[in-house]
Every structure is written in structure tokens, then in C-alpha cells.
């Protein structure tokens, strides 16, 4: 209680006097002390709002990893003019549904459904009570003698009311004990006396405001009016006289119409709790009240009325259900765009009808939930994950051999001499299979411990990177022979190592069973290309099982790490597979990561372009792109600019979210051997940084290929890439922006065109922010001065009162040359300085509740 006291009083002391100077206690020191820190606190709290935060609110811990992330909502004006990185453009087509979207829905005729309170719809299916401009209600005598209808009633009574039904773009009304349809019949006035309706018998409804309507005839088109002894259908104009206030057995809510005019589309916003079931509800934006069929009339309408109901589906769709769902559906076939939505209780699919028809209202009514049942999905807005900007390398060669990286590891027995013939070793298999298998044990088992090892961990913290990913074989698990085990001590120890230093972790399924690239890449490809030495194999379909099971023991393992970043279902997938049921593979592969993991990324690769294909229930998924100029991407130009643009056509537009998981310095195509010195230096340097701009401008993250080859200064091998100053953490000249893109202008990354200029300095922000620290400094020490040793907390409280005003002064100063000069790092300054003052009080708690202290602390 002692600590807790000084914590409020100390600060306020040292604000207003000298240390050594005696003074009452104010009568409210609590209130001043609690809205300092209050102020102080203000950078790391989030107003928020119903959506929650948005994503200049968005602050990540010092150092934080991509595994963290935010979820934010998310629209086209959320940035400055717009945002141009995959999966946050909107708005976009995109039929995902994702709980909290803003979607409009757009029929296949290219209509809009819109919402209407017009009461030519809003009065369609119901029972009405027509109050005229008298207040005199207008009723319809029961005897035979006589069906005029008069307005001379105070109350409604039972002959008051009438049944309103559409009929094209006009309605009928129709009296409620006969069932008889009113008519103008001219001089006789309005007469509820007919069995069907024609032309005489339907009427025009228009909105006076105020809740007041005009009726005009669809016999004379002139508007009918109560002239006190009757309806007469005979004004040329709406006046006095022929305003009606209709008075509804239920209220009236919005319907729903398709209209060619996209400017008057109505917004609905998804809600959907379980992304793995396909019921929805549609909450009509802007009005309280959902989307729902009328059980009579299957009209649409916005209604605030939800009750609980059971669903017509039988068994195969949950037995219950609110009123105010519909069962969604993305197509069957190649289509991220398009949806059904299905009434549960009729089980009729909704649809817009002819747009050439007079009616225009949008109905539960197709049975098959095709043609005009179809509707595209726009998505104007939404909830993203926010996570910082990947940076990583490729840990190539270490549990996945590729000849090429390290070609001393494919020689015979001796270790000296190469295997020679055309059907020589070229993957992992084939080395294994050729090896006698104590002499593979032992050069696998050295090359495991050495190739990777906690110091290149240490090493990539230090120098910008925040990410590794791990390819890897089938055989980390299942190490049936020629394949030899223990690779999963070492896997288990790039965890440790990387939580230790802060650095995470994507698995990257490398080398599927029976090989999904047909190449040594995969490490199990059988002929690999070589007709005489065997068939290439591309099977890892037929051995879905096996894979699926490497993907569930894996993903067991690690999900729970604080390292783990998530799972890259299947490196480079060849397109000679079966497209639709590599999705299939997909999808389940998804089921089962995301079973461990809700938070885990999942990497698809971009082999048939899977962000357009319609998985149900996809969410905070990634497609990885491969980029390397002159191997299947174009050759690179000596025009930067070209090779921009490019590149960024490539990973720009796509519906997810985009890793580039693998690029390089490799120029292969750009005879960079007959440039001088000088201009192979620009042209590397220039190249490196047009990537990194592409890279981080429209994705949201990168990973280079290889961390280390086996021979130096290689453009595959990025740590000689970065020491050699190409790439930045390894020189002052060149550095990263922050991590937190989304915080960031774009010339933020532009590594090539220039960095943004130095901001003017707001001085009193800089003052008020210095301030702030400083009084974050004082109440660390005036806790100090009330837990340690009394000669000490004096010494402490001296040093403090003689340098307080030049240090703030000097603070103001450096902090607005720090700012304008590198902003980035000021940021940084900024949240250290936060972490520093949350463990300060981590620490002051600790204390209060008897826990150790010490000066150190």
C-alpha cells in the first residue's frame, strides 16, 4: 500500500518543487496523478468503435512477429488513396462471406438488389386500414345492395381492412369478408364488387411523405379522393382530398427490388459466427433488421421480427434455425465471385426476375439455384488480419537436399569423387538409395547439425529478418527407407532457437509423397525428367493420405509454439495435375491445420490461381508467388522501371493476401559478366532495390532463396547478398521500413524511386510526447526512490531535480531532429519506450505484492 501511494504522490512532487523542499499534499493529487497516466497510456490504447479498431490504431510490441495479428475492418477508404497490396482492395468480387462483410449482390442480368420503402412494395402482401385526410377511416358495407366504398368510420372496424397484393407494378385491393376485388367504376366511385382483377381493378400507389399515399386508377390514371360521401377516382392531381394514411396489421419494413442503377444497391452485412457452417444472416445496413422471405408471398423484406423456427432440410442441415438466416453457397464451379442464398423453410433459392418484367421485387423462388437464383458477390468492406510485413529467407538444403546448393553432398562413398552416368543422383531419393546407409547416416547427420545452426539464427534477428521457411520432406516424419531418420530433432531445435530469438517459423511441405513437382526439387521425383533412368513421378495425389498425415503430426507438434507462423501446404505444384482435386487436397489439408491452429497462416501456392477458386470456408489464407527473372519470368531489362512493373503486375490484383516465397539477385538472361565493376555493382544494387520496393508495396511479405549456399558470393546466397550491401540490414546506408505497412505512406518501401522525404516537425507534439516520457520517468522514479535503500533513492532524487529541465529540453530538441531525420526509428524510440514503461509497472506490481527486488531491476 506504501508503494502504491508514493506512485501517485512522487510524480506530482517533483512536477511542482524541488525534491528537497517540504510541501502539504494537494487536496486531489490522485486525479492529476491518474490523468497523467492516463495521457501517458494514450498511444497504446484503441478508441476502437463498433467495427473495432481501424488500422492506424493498429500498434504491434516492439520486435513483434508476423504470428501475431489484428483483426481489423477494413474498406477502400481506409488508405490513403486506396491500397494496391493483394486481398485489401476494395472493393472487389469476392463471394467469401466472412463474418462482418459489406456486401452488395448483383444479379446475373446486372441488376442491383436494392432496398425500397416505397409503399407500392412495402404495402404488397399486407392488411390495410385506409385512413382518409378527413381521419375518417374508409370501410366497405357488407350487404349486397350496396359495395361503395366510404370514409365515415372514427375506428377501423372489421369492414375497414383490405388485402393489398401485387400485381406487376400495380396492386389490387381486395375487401376482407368476400374476398371481392375494388374497382373505379367511375361515376358510381370505388365498388368492391369483382371475382378477378383486370385493368380496372388494379391501382397505382404513390408516396406522399409522411406516411401518406395517393391512389390513382389504373383505369383513368387519375388519382382517387374521399369526397365525403365516397372514393372517386376523378383528380387530374394529388390534393387534400386524396391523401390516405394506410394503417398495417404488422409494420411496414423495407422490400427488396433489383434495379440497373448500382448507385442505389443496398448494403447487407454478413453475419456468420462458424465459417465452416453455411448459415447467415443478412443485416440490412443502415435499418434494424434482416433479410428474410415472407412464408406467404416469398417476397423479400428488412425485417426486425426473428424468431426461431425449423429448418425443411431434414437431417443433412441443422434441425433449427432463426428466422433471419439463409443457407449460403458458393458455386460448384470455378468461381470465387458468385452465391446462392436458399429460404430454409421453402427451401427456394432467392432470384431476381426479368429485368424487362414490370416487377421488379426480388423473390424466394427458383428451385434449382441456377440462372437468375445467381448472384455476384461484391465485397465493399470487411474484417482483414493485420500482421507485420514478413521478411524471411529460405532455409534451402538443410532438410531437403537440392544438388545444386551444395554439390559436395552427391559424391559416392569416398566423399571424393562424383557419381557419375546419366542416371547419376540429382534428389534426395536417388542420393539415399545410392549411399550405402551408414555412410549416409553419418554425412546426413554432420550436414543436419552444421548447415543450420542457432548463430544463423542469431544472425537473421540481428540483421532485419523476422521469418524462416522451412522446406521439408515427407520423410521428416516417415523416414522409410532410402530415407533416414532424425531430421525432426533438428526441426524441434529451429523452434527453440527461434522463439529464443525471436524469429518464426512457416513449414513449407517441400517434397511431397510421390512428388508434386516432378523435379529434384521434391526430392522423391523417380526419373526426374530422365526418361532412361525411370518414370517421373507427379503422384502425390494417390498419396494423399501419407501427405495429409505429415500435415496433421506436424501441425500437432508446433501450432502451440510461439514461433509457429503456419504451414505451406504444397511447394510449387506442377499444372499437369488435376486441378479440381488438388483443390480437394487443399481444402482438406486446410481442415486439418486449422483444427490445430485458428490463428496459423496457411500458404497456398499459386499453381492454378486458388484465390479464385470457391473454398466454402477459407479464411486468413496467403498465395505464394515464385519470382525469378529469367527462369520462366522474362529476363530482367537494365531498365529498373520495366522490371517494376513488371513484377508487380504479377503479385498485384489477386483476391488473398501474397507471399513471394522464394525470388533472388539471379539475373539470369542480364550478361552482368561483361559489365565493369562499377555498373554490375549499380545494376545489382538498383535490382535488389526494385524488388524489395514490388515486394513490399503489394504483398505482405517475402522470402529470399537461400539464406547460404555452399559457395560464396552467390546471388542465391543472402547473407553474402546483405553483407555485400545489396540488401539491407547489413549496412547504415540502406534499411528497412517498418514492418507495420499499413502505417506506412507508400514511399515508405520505395527502395528504388526514393524514400519519403523528412516530415516537418510538429514542435508541440514533440514537446507535448517528450513530456509525456518525461513524466513516465519521474513515476519509475519515484518508485525507485520508494523501494531502495535510502542513501541510494536520495542520490537518485538529486540527480534527478539538477537534470530534469536540461534533459527536457534537450529531449524536445532530439526528438524533433529525430523525427524529421528517421522517422522509423523514432517510431521504434516511440514504442520502446512504451514496452520500457509497461514493464516498469510490471515490475512496481511484482513489488507491491512482496515480490523480488533489486537495482538491476
Not at 462483410?101 to 412495402?122: A, V
Not at 368510420?153 to 375497414?160: V, Y
Not at 365525403?228 to 427490388?257: K, Y
Amino acid at each position: 500500500m506504501e508503494v502504491a501511494v508514493v506512485w501517485w504522490w512522487f510524480p506530482w512532487q517533483l512536477a511542482v518543487a524541488p525534491p528537497w523542499r517540504s510541501i502539504p499534499a494537494p487536496p486531489f493529487p490522485p486525479l492529476l496523478c491518474l490523468a497523467i497516466v492516463a495521457l501517458a497510456s494514450l498511444p497504446l490504447a484503441s478508441s476502437g468503435s463498433g467495427l473495432g479498431p481501424s488500422p492506424w490504431e493498429v500498434s504491434f510490441p516492439p520486435g513483434a512477429l508476423p504470428v501475431h495479428k489484428r483483426r481489423v475492418f477494413v474498406s477502400n477508404t481506409t488508405f490513403p488513396n486506396g491500397s494496391v497490396r493483394s486481398g485489401f482492395q476494395f472493393p472487389r468480387f469476392d463471394a467469401r462471406l466472412h463474418d462482418g462483410d459489406e456486401i452488395q449482390l448483383e444479379s446475373i442480368h446486372d441488376t442491383w438488389m436494392s432496398m425500397t420503402r416505397e409503399p407500392l412494395y412495402t404495402l404488397r402482401g399486407r392488411t390495410v386500414a385506409l385512413r382518409a385526410a378527413s381521419g375518417r377511416f374508409c370501410t366497405v358495407p357488407f350487404s349486397d345492395a350496396d359495395s361503395t366504398v366510404t370514409c365515415d368510420q372514427g375506428s377501423p372496424p372489421f369492414s375497414a381492412w383490405f388485402m393489398v397484393a401485387g400485381l406487376g407494378s400495380q396492386v389490387t385491393l381486395k375487401e376482407m369478408k368476400k374476398h371481392r376485388f375494388c374497382a373505379d367504376d367511375g361515376e358510381d366511385g370505388l365498388r368492391c364488387t369483382r371475382t378477378s382483377a383486370s385493368k380496372w381493378e388494379v391501382f397505382d400507389v404513390e408516396d406522399l411523405g409522411g406516411g401518406n399515399i395517393a391512389i390513382r386508377s389504373g383505369r383513368s390514371g387519375k388519382y382517387c379522393a374521399d369526397s365525403g360521401h365516397g372514393i372517386f377516382c376523378d383528380r387530374e392531381s394529388p390534393d387534400w382530398a386524396s391523401n390516405f394514411f394506410p394503417l398495417t396489421d404488422t409494420p411496414v419494413t423495407p422490400r427488396l427490388l433489383h434495379t440497373s442503377d448500382k448507385n442505389a444497391a443496398a448494403t447487407f452485412v454478413v453475419e456468420r459466427k462458424d465459417a465452416s457452417e453455411n448459415w447467415i444472416a443478412l443485416k440490412c445496413k443502415d435499418f434494424d433488421g434482416y433479410l428474410m422471405a415472407d412464408l406467404d408471398t416469398n417476397t423479400l423484406s428488412c425485417s426486425a421480427s426473428v424468431g426461431l423456427r425449423s429448418s425443411g432440410f431434414g437431417s443433412g442441415v441443422a434441425g433449427s434455425f432463426s428466422s433471419k438466416h439463409l443457407l449460403a453457397a458458393r458455386v460448384s464451379w470455378w468461381d470465387s465471385k458468385t452465391a446462392t442464398f436458399r429460404a430454409p423453410e421453402s427451401r427456394l433459392y432467392l432470384q431476381a426476375g426479368d429485368p424487362h418484367s414490370p416487377d421488379q421485387e426480388v423473390r424466394a423462388a427458383n428451385e434449382e439455384g441456377s440462372g437468375w437464383a445467381l448472384w455476384r458477390i461484391l465485397l465493399i468492406a470487411g474484417f482483414e488480419a493485420l500482421r507485420p510485413l514478413v521478411r524471411g529467407v529460405n532455409l534451402g538444403n538443410w532438410l531437403l537436399l537440392e544438388r545444386w546448393m551444395a554439390h559436395e553432398l552427391f559424391r559416392d562413398g569416398s566423399g571424393a569423387v562424383d557419381f557419375i552416368g546419366d542416371c547419376a543422383p540429382v534428389d534426395e531419393y536417388g542420393l539415399m538409395h545410392a549411399l550405402d546407409r551408414d555412410i549416409a547416416q553419418k554425412r546426413m547427420e554432420k550436414h543436419w547439425a552444421t548447415w543450420i545452426t542457432e548463430a544463423d539464427i542469431s544472425w537473421l534477428a540481428a540483421h532485419g529478418i523476422n521469418s524462416v521457411r522451412v522446406p521439408f520432406g515427407y520423410w521428416v516424419v516417415d523416414p522409410s527407407p532410402p530415407f533416414l531418420p532424425g531430421q525432426l530433432k533438428h526441426l524441434d531445435d529451429l523452434f527453440d532457437w527461434c522463439e529464443r530469438h525471436s524469429v518464426a517459423v512457416l513449414l513449407d511441405f517441400h517434397g511431397l509423397k510421390g512428388s508434386q513437382t516432378g523435379n529434384p526439387t521434391s526430392g522423391n521425383c523417380g526419373g526426374c525428367g530422365r526418361e532412361r533412368c525411370g518414370k517421373t513421378t507427379i503422384n502425390f495425389l494417390k498419396e494423399e493420405a501419407a501427405n495429409l498425415e505429415v500435415i496433421r503430426k506436424l501441425a500437432a507438434r508446433y501450432s502451440k509454439s510461439p514461433a509457429y507462423l503456419g504451414f505451406e501446404i504444397a511447394n510449387e505444384v506442377s499444372s499437369s495435375v488435376d486441378s479440381l482435386a488438388t483443390m480437394s487436397f487443399y481444402q482438406k489439408a486446410y481442415n486439418i491445420i486449422r483444427r490445430h491452429s485458428e490463428d496459423a497462416l496457411i500458404v497456398i501456392f499459386a499453381t492454378f490461381n486458388p484465390s479464385t477458386f470457391p473454398f466454402p470456408n477459407f479464411q486468413n489464407v496467403v498465395e505464394d508467388v515464385h519470382i525469378y527473372f529469367g527462369m520462366g519470368f522474362g529476363h530482367p531489362t537494365l531498365d529498373q522501371q520495366v522490371n517494376k512493373h513488371h513484377a508487380s503486375k504479377t503479385v498485384s490484383g489477386l483476391l488473398w493476401p501474397v507471399f513471394v516465397g522464394e525470388w533472388s539477385l539471379g539475373a539470369s538472361g542480364q550478361r552482368t559478366s561483361s559489365m565493369s565493376r562499377a555498373d554490375s555493382e549499380q545494376f545489382f544494387a538498383d535490382f535488389a532495390r526494385m524488388q524489395l520496393q514490388v515486394w513490399e508495396t503489394y504483398t505482405t511479405g517475402w522470402f529470399y532463396w537461400s539464406y547460404k549456399t555452399a559457395y560464396a558470393n552467390s546471388t542465391w546466397n543472402f547473407r553474402d547478398m546483405c553483407e555485400g550491401g545489396w540488401l539491407p540490414g547489413c549496412t547504415p546506408s540502406l534499411s528497412y521500413a517498418s514492418t507495420e505497412w499499413w502505417r506506412e505512406p507508400s514511399c515508405a518501401f520505395a527502395y528504388l524511386d526514393g524514400r519519403c522525404p523528412p516530415a516537418p516537425v510538429n514542435v508541440g507534439a514533440a514537446l507535448t510526447a517528450s513530456s509525456l516520457l518525461a513524466v513516465v520517468g519521474l513515476a519509475v522514479a519515484g518508485v525507485a526512490v520508494s523501494v531502495l535503500q535510502p542513501e541510494l533513492a536520495g542520490k537518485l532524487r538529486a540527480r534527478a531535480s539538477d537534470s530534469l529541465g536540461a534533459a527536457a529540453s534537450a529531449a524536445s530538441e532530439a526528438w524533433a531532429r529525430l523525427r524529421a531525420a528517421v522517422p522509423v526509428v523514432a517510431d521504434r524510440t516511440t514504442a520502446a519506450a512504451r514496452s520500457l514503461h509497461a514493464r516498469a509497472r510490471t515490475w512496481l506490481e511484482r513489488s507491491s505484492a512482496g515480490g523480488p527486488r533489486s537495482p538491476d531491476s
